[in-house]
């Protein structure tokens, strides 16, 4: 019964996420935008990039590198997508400037694979020359993209060795485009995935999941290719704990990297037991999408954000 009104809940919150004219209206009245807003600071940087670098910081200096996302998908015009590609120029040389402790990534439909494959190429060219010792990762979106976005990484990690790439783990494909991946040296980034996929071509969440999940990180860390553990799931953590003690690889081949704000306390301990561990910062002024997000897919949130808006 309670899961069924969590999972309800849940539902509601995804259909909120995407719904425009509710998302107007929450965000034109200061009331409710306050309240959400308080909700939502628990999982992103800020709304600029200053208020995330205050964050960043803090984490830096608590030893954890962190990951910087301006946030934003679909752009659908050239203007915007130009726009949001010197604000990743910005955040590179922020990180330069400040010496941060600090990777970037993005959505390449951000900075314009919703309107070519090559304006996207062409941006993240500009955004992976910036700065060759400063690490950018291209994100995974939904499976209508994955061939373009594979693409655009197989191009650029010819000319660029500070591309990294994510790829889901729920995905059937996965298995031959992680052949295709692991011949790049770039770091690949393993998450189980986060966008709604048509049944036939996607894992559930299950036993079946994790173990594809955790056979890409034995592949990846047995063949000392750089990776990153991209989960808050605790068994996976654990397992790859034991696969990390097993092949032992250098500090730069691995990282466990949580979204700020999701489970922390398991990266703490990670970190303190020895391991390196990195935090991903999303801002921006969309966050709403974002919160709606980290709520549906873990519908217990829902009560630390009302915790929060009255706090
Ligand atoms: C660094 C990073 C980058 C990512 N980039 C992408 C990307 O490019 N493309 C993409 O499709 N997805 C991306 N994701 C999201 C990812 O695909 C998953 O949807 C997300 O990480 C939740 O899955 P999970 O691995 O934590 O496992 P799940 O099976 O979803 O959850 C396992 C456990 O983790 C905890 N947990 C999970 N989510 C939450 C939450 N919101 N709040 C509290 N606890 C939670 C719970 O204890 C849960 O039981 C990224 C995730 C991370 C960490």
Known sequence: MQKDLLL???????????NENAKEYLMANPLLFNVLKKAADRYIGGETLNETITKVLKENEKQFKCSIEFMGENTSTIEEANKATNEFLK??????LRSLN??????????????????????????????PNIEVTISAEGINRTDNIIDIYKKGS?????????????????????????????RIRIVKGAFETPKKLSIPRGEELNNIYLYYIEHLLSNNHKCS?????????????????LYNPTNEMYEFESLYGIQTQQLINLKN????????????????????????????????ALSDMVD
Not at 91 to 96: G, N, P
Request: charged share 25%; proline share 1%.
């Open 229 to 245: 553990i991209a989960t808050h799931d605790y068994i996976i953590q654990q397992e790859a704990k034991k696969l990390i003690n």
């Open 91 to 96: 955040i590179i040389q922020e990180i330069h």
């Open 158 to 186: 010819k000319l660029f060795d500070n591309l990294s790439i994510t790829m889901q783990a729920y995905l059937h494909r996965s298995k031959d485009d992680f052949k295709e991946l692991v011949k790049e040296t770039g």
């Open 273 to 304: 037991e020895g391991y390196n561990t990195k935090l991903y910062f999303v801002y921006g002024k969309e966050w709403y999408l974002y919160l709606c997000n980290r709520i549906a897919e873990y519908p217990m949130n829902i009560f630390r």
């Open 102 to 131: 600090a990777t970037v990534s993005l959505d390449l439909s951000h900075i314009g694979l919703a309107i070519s494959k090559d304006l996207a190429y062409e941006n993240l060219s500009k955004i992976c020359n910036e700065n």
């Open 8 to 18: 309800l809940g849940s539902e509601a919150l995804k259909k909120a996420a995407i």
